[in-house]
Antibody, heavy 122, light 107 residues
């Protein structure tokens, strides 16, 4: 079945960087755009950007431009999201989410990864 | 930037119908998707493209979209439907937007 499995929880100090992985299985990794969404504790969902796993092309939400980098390794069907210059308000659960339709940039998300908690604390 | 407005909470008795709204400027011209999120879990798609249902989602879940309001309707509400619900659209400014979320409480 289609599945996204993310890396484990991280604890980082302010100013550090974090890299979260998202391993895909059950489908052709390069055929579907991947997005990243985060959720601060007790808050709603916040979109961060997308990566085209085929070309490596990316687009980031304006809020995160300059701090986020999305990459992929097609040989292991894995997407990555790296966030730099971490602050305490970056504490959140980070999700990868696959677009539901093949070769479509944006649409609905199905499935989602299980989430990775990133805690930023001194 | 485009804004989606959802009521913070909706309460309904078991067996009744819950309606969760998602307001946005001319949202009827966009495709709206809805997600259910239970505590400690990742979101799950329940309605896509305004009114389509993914496989495995009960027929009790339906959606509509017109004018400035999209609506997720849950018929014959069950205790297991208690969750947060989010609407989502793609804006022409190339930003993806989520509503603030609605907590559905089953009384």
């Amino acid at each position: 079945q289609v599945q996204l499995v993310q890396s484990g929880a991280e604890v980082k100090k302010p100013g550090a960087s974090v890299k979260v992985s998202c391993k895909a299985s059950g489908y052709t990794f390069t055929g579907y755009y991947m997005h990243w969404v985060r959720q601060a504790p007790g808050q709603g969902l916040e979109w961060m950007g997308w990566i085209n796993p085929n070309s490596g092309g990316t687009n980031y939400a304006q809020k995160f431009q300059g701090r986020v980098t999305m990459t992929r390794d097609t040989s292991i069907s894995t997407a990555y999201m790296e966030l730099s210059r971490l602050r305490s308000d970056d504490t959140a659960v980070y999700y990868c989410a696959r677009v539901g339709q093949q070769l479509v940039l944006v649409g609905w998300f199905d499935p989602w990864g299980q989430g990775t908690l990133v805690t930023v604390s001194s | 930037s485009y804004v989606l407005t959802q009521p913070p909470s909706v309460s309904v008795a078991p067996g009744q119908t819950a309606r969760i709204t998602c307001g946005g400027n001319n949202i009827g011209s966009k495709s709206v998707h809805w997600y259910q999120q239970k505590p400690g879990q990742a979101p799950v798609l329940v309605v896509y493209d305004d009114s389509d249902r993914p496989s495995g989602i009960p027929e009790r879940f339906s959606g509509s979209n017109s004018g400035n309001t999209a609506t997720l309707t849950i018929s014959r509400v069950e205790a297991g439907d208690e969750a947060d619900y989010y609407c989502q659209v793609w804006d022409s400014s190339s930003e993806l937007v989520f509503g603030g979320g609605t907590k559905l409480t089953v009384l």
